[in-house]
């Protein structure tokens, strides 16, 4: 079933109840008005004098009987004498209303109960005849008309009702159509930028309701989808560009290497050291590749983790290629929680580490600071330039002064993913102390206090 179809179903549904309940109502009411005035005039007719008369027994309309505990009646009336009757008239209190049929006739029948010794209007001298028994006095009045009313009544709200759900059923169908060719727009829409993949394409807002929502919901989709197809666009571009170069690179020492019998051993040495370098950087690359592929979100469950733990461990790695250049490497860890992946922040804890080693001179120092969920690596290096800042986090960005250095520029794009990962920021200033970079990274802390054994 169509959403139309659901839309329309669902107004003649509610039209249908509310037209059905409507005519009970209307039916239910009109019964209870008639039938109410005539068990009030049978009610008053019971509380004043009745006469009776002989001659009443074939009358139509309204009139009283009497009927005594052996079952005479006073007068002969044709109204049937049934057991509720005789009930009543051998010494049962009170009275009831009924609907009774004589002949094709409707009647409204009251009964109600005398005692013995009850007085009674009568065609005597004195007007006035005392039963000497228990009786039960009968008044009862031709309702035949009020029954046609409703029967016509019902015949009227049926035809009503059906031209009410003929309404609803038209008036559904015209209001689907209004409703949903708003969103039958935005549909085709949606259908055209799926065939055309044209993800600059905005639809229109339109207004402040739930359509317009749903508009701008959409806008942001596509404008996020955009964003990502172009940065895929520019990895693709950037990394083909970056691996170009060290290819090349590997192709030419092959060939040349191809004629490795006219080559002195020291030259085949360094060839052979060239290409071994060339296929680390490769390896490094690819792998800074694989870390940027895996966008901002990464597979597994964030946990709580001790990240003076994570900062031990990079400082432990970092020392043993700092001992090449003989760089000192000190470390001021206090002991703090976060929310994160162990291994995605050791990975960005490391490419600072790595980083700070690389740009920092022959017997330079490094400082790596943390507390608090913030970690900071200070280095004795050159620093970075003021204008270079906005672009340090950037895929495949190197300095002027960088470029001669091996590494791909992916490091520190890296660290800045993680960071955003666990919701956390990354920032660059030169530091006081050392003269050169300082990179401070933070990161939302899961707990204040570490309990101590």
Not at 71 to 80: C, D, I, L, Y
Not at 94 to 106: A, E, V
Not at 260 to 274: F, G, K, W, Y
Not at 288 to 300: I, K, Q
Request: with cysteine; proline share 3%; aromatic share 4%.
């Amino acid at each position: 079933m169509t959403f139309r179809s659901r839309v329309i179903t669902a107004t003649v549904a509610a039209a249908a109840l509310a037209v059905v309940l409507a005519c009970f109502a209307s039916f239910l009411t009109t019964r209870n008005a008639l039938f109410t005035a005539v068990d009030q005039s049978l009610l008053q007719s019971s509380q004043g004098p009745n006469t009776l008369h002989a001659d009443e027994a074939h009358v139509t309309g309204s009139y009283t009987e009497l009927v005594l505990a052996n079952g005479q009646t006073v007068p002969t009336t044709g109204v049937p004498i049934d057991s509720v009757i005789r009930t009543y008239a051998k010494g049962k209190s009170g009275h009831l209303l009924r609907t009774i049929q004589i002949g094709n006739q409707s009647y409204r029948e009251l009964i109600v109960g005398l005692p013995s010794g009850s007085v009674v209007s009568c065609t005597s001298a004195t007007g006035l005849c005392q039963v000497p028994s228990t009786s039960a006095q009968l008044f009862v009045v031709n309702v035949t008309g009020q029954e046609n009313e409703l029967r016509s009544l019902v015949r009227t709200l049926l035809v009503v009702a059906a031209s009410g759900l003929l309404l609803a059923l038209a008036m559904g169908w015209l209001l689907a159509r209004a409703a949903l060719r708003p969103l039958e727009e935005v549909t085709d829409e949606i259908e055209t930028i799926t065939e055309t993949n044209d993800m600059r394409h905005r639809l229109e807002e339109g207004d402040a309701d739930e359509l317009g929502r749903l508009r701008r919901v959409f806008n942001r989709l596509l404008s996020s989808v955009e964003s990502s197809q172009t940065l895929q666009r520019q990895l693709v571009l950037d990394a083909s560009h970056e691996l170009r170069t060290p290819l090349t690179s590997l192709r030419t020492n092959a060939q040349v290497l191809s004629r490795a019998n006219e080559l002195s051993p020291e030259d085949l040495t360094q060839l052979t050291n060239d290409m071994v370098t060339q296929v680390d950087e490769l390896a490094s690359l690819v792998t800074d590749l694989g870390e940027l592929a895996r966008g901002e979100r990464s597979e597994g469950a964030v946990v709580s983790l001790r990240l003076d733990e994570c900062v031990d461990v990079c400082v432990d790695t970092a020392r043993t290629y700092a001992r090449i250049k003989d760089i000192t490497i000190d470390s001021e860890v206090e002991p703090s929680m976060i929310e994160g992946r162990r291994d995605r922040l050791e990975r960005a804890i490391s490419n600072l580490l790595t980083n700070a080693v690389k740009f920092t001179p022959h017997g330079g120092r490094i400082k790596v600071a943390s507390s608090s969920g913030t970690v900071s690596v200070s280095d004795s290096g050159p620093g970075i330039n003021n204008a270079d800042i906005p672009f340090v986090f950037d895929r495949f960005w190197r300095s002027a002064s960088s470029r001669a250095l091996p590494g791909s520029g992916l490091g520190l794009s890296i660290v800045a993913q993680v960071v955003a990962e666990f919701h956390g920021t990354v920032s660059v200033a030169r530091d006081a102390e050392l003269g050169g970079a300082r990179f401070t990274i933070t990161i939302p802390s899961g707990h204040n206090e570490i309990d101590e054994e």
